[in-house]
Structure formats: C-alpha cells, structure tokens
C-alpha cells in the first residue's frame, strides 16, 4: 500500500489567492513526522514544512502552514497569498518511527501536486 | 558551507557501461541517502548509509551498489547500466541528534542510459 498519497496531479491557483495541497499517509507506527517539500522547474528540492506526529499545533512558515488531522491521517499544505513562484511541484514525504527506530530517517515519498499559479 | 554536492550533473551512458555518481557533503551529517526520481512517480530510496562504513538497502536497490569509505562521501555505482537506470538521482544527508528531521538534498544528477 502506499504510504503517502497525494490525488491532485495538478492545480491552478490565481496569484494572491490560497490553495490547499492534499496529502494522506498510513503508517501504523505511532511517531512520524511528515515534509513538504517543493521541487521549482530547475529540479532542487526545497525543504518548507514539517510536522511531529506528536506535535499539538499546527506547522506554520511563513505563507505555508500544514493542517494536520492526525485521526483523518491527512497532512495538507496550505499556500496564502500564492505567487508566481509558487509554481512547482510540491510533494509531500514521511518519515517513520524515531532514531531509535529501524527506518532511521528514510523518507517515503507521495507523486506529487504540479501547482501552477497563474497572473 | 557547500551542503550537498553531486558529481556529475549530467551524464548519458550506453546499456552496459558502468559509473559512480559522487555525493559530498561538508555538514559532518551521519546519514546519507541517495533517491532516483521518476515521472510520476516521486523519489524513492535506493541505498542508505548511518555512518562511515556502513550501507544499507532501500526500496529499489537492485542494479545499484553504494560505498560510504569516508563520512563526508556517499558513492553510489552503476556496474552494468540499463534503460530503466535512466533517472534523476538526488543525494540527501542528514545529522543524527535528537529532534533533527530535515534532509538536506543534492542538486541532482540526470542519467540517461541509451
């Protein structure tokens, strides 16, 4: 089964609007943390999120936040105010269990959302 | 600080012909990873490594081999190239202490296997 799944292979979003990027995981293991990630056209991927499974409130950087409904096991990205350079691919990843844990911090990736924002 | 580097950035190889793709990252990091990344398909794990001398198999280890001989370098190699080999590949590193979690990634590197 996929561990993360993101279902909107694309979305369009009018600069100064917001938008919701969806993604929902499964894990039964009950520390993770779970990354948003941003990959602009020229391929680097871009660190802009994170939340603990642990964690009481909800992630927040600057115009990006994660609602995180951990009985849902969904973890959206939230964009304010899009951009032009908002305009990528944003995917969403896992990571299971702690340091002490067998995973050791590997990340298990969704497809991704190829968001475009547009004037 | 350079972070993570990749070497090289591009390169086409003919089926059967073997490489080693070069991650370096000067952060002192204990955990190294390297990824390919498909269309559509987002990045999954190859191999791993939690220390000097150690590695690990990820999700699609076959065809790949890897070698971490110095904490600063993770290789990963190509002995006999094919078609589905074709890919980006992304290195990642990352320091183990507790409350860490950020993977920090390589530029890329784009193969091609004809």
């Known amino acids: 089964a996929q561990k993360i799944t993101q279902t909107q292979p694309g979305m369009f979003v009018q600069e100064k609007e917001a938008v919701t990027l969806d993604c929902t995981y499964d894990?039964?293991?009950?520390?993770?943390?779970l990354f948003w990630y941003k990959q602009p056209s020229s391929g680097e991927m871009i660190f802009l999120i994170y939340?603990?499974?642990?964690?009481?409130q909800n992630a927040t950087e600057g115009r990006y936040s994660l609602n995180f409904q951990k009985a849902r096991k969904s973890a959206n990205l939230v964009i304010s105010a899009s951009q032009l350079g908002d305009s990528a691919m944003y995917f969403c990843?896992?990571?299971?269990?702690?340091?002490?844990?067998?995973?050791?911090?590997?990340?298990?990736f969704g497809r991704g959302t190829q968001l475009t924002v547009w004037p | 600080n350079a972070g993570v580097t990749q070497t090289p950035k591009f390169r086409v190889l003919k089926t059967g012909q073997s490489m080693t793709l070069l991650c370096a990252q000067d952060?002192?990091?204990?955990?190294m990873y390297w990824y390919r990344q498909d269309p559509g398909m987002g990045l999954r794990l190859i191999h791993y490594?939690?220390?000097?001398?150690?590695?690990a198999k990820g999700e699609v280890p076959d065809g790949y081999n890897v070698s971490r001989l110095k904490k600063q370098n993770f290789l990963l190699g190509l002995e006999s190239a094919a078609p589905s080999q074709t890919s980006v590949y992304f290195c990642?590193?990352?320091?183990?202490?507790?409350?860490?979690?950020?993977?920090?990634f390589g530029p890329g590197t784009r193969l091609t296997v004809t």
């Open positions: 990843a896992m990571r299971e269990g702690t340091d002490r844990g067998s995973t050791l911090g590997r990340l298990y």
């Open positions: 894990t039964s293991d009950p520390s993770y943390g």
């Open positions: 990642a590193s990352m320091v183990h202490a507790p409350g860490s979690y950020e993977q920090y």
């Open positions: 939340q603990g499974s642990y964690d009481q």
């Open positions: 952060m002192n990091h204990e955990y």
């Open positions: 490594s939690v220390g000097e001398g150690t590695t």
